[in-house]
């Protein structure tokens, strides 16, 4: 059924659909549309025998997740930024123990400075951590992707993060087809774990591992990794049977087939650069586009079949690891190795800066003509950054690096919404 | 049972054998049909108080619930020594995550048990479920969790396990270690020795502030007393928690052969009061039989041996003693005495 709805909304309805039996909530920007939409749900009975659980910090959204999902309960919660961060230990055993948790993340910037606005740090810093990580390119994919997740999650027995992008999905109103209830549990099974908290059938889960055997536990983690290179597609195969439309997958390409450039990037970006391709196109540029959507496990051979005709990758990332460059580049580097192409990483976007075509534009053309530095900070503003670095020479006590970047730019506040 | 109702013939010792008692008031560990829980074979020290407290706390909340329990333990003693894969000494299902959130992660094993319960046509779990942990994982790095799941009033018994510091890290100060106790990072050097003086952070009272609806604490020196808890608890739904005071030989440098002995000074001198508290009112306080010193208490144990060296700090210990002794005012741990007025709750008994 078509619906005109906020991003969280979507979401928030789609993990309805999905059956869920435990849902922890705790409030963190811009996730908080998503869960108090399900807590209204579950409170009027539109999600029945489901336990939603307000805590007292995300550690303990994943906490009391890892509890329901090893009692073999459906469990769902949401978190972003900082609160993605603080549930990091939780987040790794949850993987460890192979528990088929499904988070969303509404990709925030991470702090310090703090900072609400969009970009993917967050998830990012946890592309280690063991989860299955899928990007949303809008909000009907973000709606898709989590029905699919449950089911991915738990025919590997492995959590998965979906990641949509915060307020420019989130808080976005859209189009989605919303599925019906019919074709969900036509598509999603109910949960069978592979191991479960059980008086009937006791066992021990999470016990200690030496040196013996964890590296073996750990290649196993890696082996299901590479088992969703395959389950990924296939899910979104059986998706488009029922509900009709492409959602999910690996990668996505557009325009690829004869692009000596091509750009790849993650999350809704996507559509103002295939916007912008279009739109060099037109002008002859032999210019494609590859989204990825499967960033954890990283799709290595999918990505390197459909570039490796391409003369030039111009990876552009919204986020980026401080004292090397690219994080996304770096993988996209490891896949295309020992191809004769130039790799170009382009970090944009940060903390909310809006991506612009007019940028796009002018960087692409300067990738193009292979005009572009290895590492580029798109829109970054030099003077600004080379005037505190010049106080920081001449003044011991310089103060807080933000806040005289935003009087230097002649600013009283921060340019907020 | 009523506890209260057993006699104590055996004078100058508080064990009474159970073939003194009728059947129906024998203990747990002394039936046939008990369920060995955390079964023999584990690698706990000699004398180790946490194993004692956990086989009879664990053997009692099975039989309480018709051996329907499932176990989540923080990191620490108890899940190490109990659980190098592939060994276990758990006979009952059993999860470890992580240090700091056992109490979390049973709030989502009774989120769970209740969906089931609910998808299943009972009003009510069938499975319930245990969280423990030692006084680090509960009085620091776990309290977080553990006052959260306070607050929701959810399902879980909480169990702490207090040795009084880090045990499993070798030996560390934790917010429950005593003040003055040598520690690895509370060393018995400069001019005031040890653990500095301060108040502590006394988590049966802090859960007494949640109102929930049951609180105790208990000693390995009753273990009569600490099933009849533990059955209490496993008997009542909402947020529970139990606090038992385990003697550590090694963090303690007792004599393993002392533990009970040193769990009983620690009751009779009044440091630790056994008491419940439902709904966060005392109801009940097990009174001192015969009152110890501190000192008595203090000279068993290597940790405190600072005290009683060249120059002995006979001032710390007369506060060790005021502590105490405030501690028999407070919860009316003499005689007939009643709580004194302005414990909270007390008032009203």
Sequence with gaps: MLKQCEGSHAVAEAVALARPEVICAYPISPQTHIVEGLGEMVKAGEIQDCEYINVESEFAAMSVAIGSSATGARTYTATASQGLLFMVEAVYNASGLGLPIVMTVANRALGAPINIWNDHSDSMSQRDCGWIQLFAENNQEAADLHIQAFKIAEELSLPVMVCMDGFILTH?????????????????????????????????????????????????AHAK??????????????????????????????????????????????????????????????????????????????????LSHAKRIVVLEKSFAVGIGGIVATDVRMAMDGLDQRIYTVVAGLGGRNITRASLHRVLRMAMHDQLEGLHFMDLEWNIVNRELDRERQTRRSGPIAENILRDLGQTKSNVG | MGHQDIKFYQTGTFTVGNRLLPPEQRSVQADMERTNSLNSGHRACQGCGEALGARYAIDAAMRATGNRLVAVNATGCLEVFSTPYPETSWQIPWIHSLFGNAAAVATGVAAANKVKARKAGLALPETRVIAQGGDGGTTDIGFGCLSGMFERNDDVLYICYDNQAYMNTGVQRSSATPPAARTATTMPVG?????????????????????????????????????????????????????????????????????????????????FPVFEAEYGEVTNVSKIRQKQPVEAYLRLQRRFAHLFGKKPRLDVVARFQEMADQNIRKFGLLGSDRAAVGFPGSEHK
């Design chain 2, 191 to 271: 001019d005031e020795p040890g653990n500095e003086w301060g108040q502590g952070k006394n988590v049966p009272l802090i859960a007494m502030a949640h109102g929930i609806p049951y609180v105790a604490t208990a000693s390995v020196s009753d273990l009569r007393d600490l099933e009849y808890k533990v059955t209490k608890a496993m008997n009542m739904r909402g947020a529970r928690y139990i606090h038992i005071f385990v003697p550590c030989p090694l963090g303690w440098g007792s004599a393993s052969q002392d533990t009970i002995k040193l769990a009983r000074l620690a009751k009779e001198t009044g440091l």
């Design chain 1, 225 to 306: 990794q590479m088992q969703a290179l395959e389950l990924i597609p296939k899910v979104s195969r059986e998706f488009k049977e029922i509900f009709g439309r492409d959602s999910g997958g690996l990668v996505r390409p557009y325009l690829l087939e004869d692009a000596d450039t091509v750009v790849i990037a993650l999350g809704s970006v996507l559509g103002t650069i295939k916007d912008t391709i279009d739109e060099m196109r037109a002008d002859g540029i032999s210019i494609g586009v590859l989204g990825i959507n499967s960033f954890r496990p990283f799709p290595v051979s999918a990505i390197r079949r459909a």
């Design chain 1, 172 to 220: 976005a109103y859209e189009r989605v087809d919303m599925p019906t209830q019919e074709q969900v549990d036509a598509f999603l099974p109910p949960y069978v774990p592979r191991q479960v908290l059980d008086p009937r059938d006791p066992v021990s889960i999470g016990a200690m591992v030496g040196p013996e055997a964890y590296t073996e536990v750990r290649y196993l």
